[in-house]
């Protein structure tokens, strides 16, 4: 349905998932992890579905999530593993995964596209791992992720200095694997997506869990340490100071507070 906050769509096995959140630049709410979480976990479920493409509706992919309402109640680590199910479920689904990006792609909405298999990007698309101009640091697996794609120094770069770069800066870096024209992405995903589909699927999903499994630590143990420094970013002064900040269009002072009454 058009005024979901997730659209699905099937066609030659290949499901597809487009956020649709388009005023808000497609900025993930508790409703839209509830949605990702289920369409995941139908995705690697169901026998039918050979692939998946991920993408965001009104020429935007993701930009992280919402903090439009400042922050929610209940325990930062309760909020934290909601983001966790979802971060584990599109990492490890046994079918390929593919992000189609334009626009923005911020925070974890960035680590959404890092999390899929493949990257595929116009040039008008924008990154950035926003997190320390939240008052926040890494999440939805960023801090597993970027050292592995990019090598730590590169990893630092993106994570503390929080800058944006386009997207042929991306591709330099590994982070977006094809550059593809506007009018052409549509066609160019689909075509990709029926090629994975197409594949055997049991040899693609051991071929993915080899290759993950090849990595020097485990993602959960990466979103556990995650969530455990969110939990503290939360209690100190800055994350409330940089959603407000937000909200009010000016920039956030920090100071490192700790601000647990």
């Given at each position: 349905m058009a005024d979901d906050v997730l659209i699905t769509s099937r066609d030659s096995g290949v499901l597809t998932l487009t956020l649709n959140r388009p005023?808000?630049?497609?900025?993930?709410?508790?409703?839209?992890?509830?949605?990702l979480r289920a369409q995941l976990t139908v995705a690697r479920d169901d026998a039918d579905v050979r692939a998946i493409v991920l993408t965001g509706a009104g020429g935007d992919f993701c930009a992280g999530a919402d903090l439009s309402g400042g922050v929610s109640t209940g325990h930062p680590l309760d909020r934290m593993r909601r983001v966790n199910e979802v971060a584990l479920l599109l990492h490890e689904l046994p079918v390929p995964s593919v992000a189609k990006v334009d626009g923005v792609a911020v925070g974890a909405g960035w680590n959404l596209a890092l999390g899929c298999d493949l990257v595929v990007a116009t040039p008008a698309a924008r990154?950035?791992?926003?997190?320390?101009?939240?008052?926040?640091?890494?999440?939805?697996?960023?801090?597993?992720?970027?050292?592995?794609?990019?090598?730590?120094?590169?990893?630092k770069r993106l994570a503390l200095l929080a800058e944006m770069i386009d997207a042929a800066e991306a591709h330099r870096l590994g982070l977006v694997t094809w550059l593809v024209e506007p009018e052409e992405i549509d066609?160019?995903?689909?075509?990709?997506?029926?090629r994975l589909a197409s594949a055997a699927p049991v040899a693609v999903?051991?071929?993915?869990?080899?290759?993950?499994?090849?990595?020097?630590?485990?993602?959960?143990?990466?979103?556990?340490?995650?969530?455990r420094t969110q939990a503290i970013n939360f209690a100190t002064a800055d994350a409330p100071a940089a959603f407000a900040a937000f909200?009010?269009?000016?920039?956030?002072v920090f100071t490192g507070e700790w601000a647990v009454k």
């Open positions: 005023k808000r630049k497609n900025a993930i709410d508790g409703e839209l992890w509830d949605a990154f950035s791992q926003i997190f320390a101009k939240r008052g926040l640091s890494l999440d939805f697996g960023g801090s597993w992720l970027l050292p592995k794609l990019v090598g730590m120094q590169q990893a066609g160019f995903v689909a075509d990709l997506g029926k999903a051991q071929s993915k869990a080899l290759l993950h499994e090849g990595a020097d630590s485990t993602m959960r143990d990466a979103l556990a340490s995650e969530a909200n009010e269009k000016r920039d956030a």
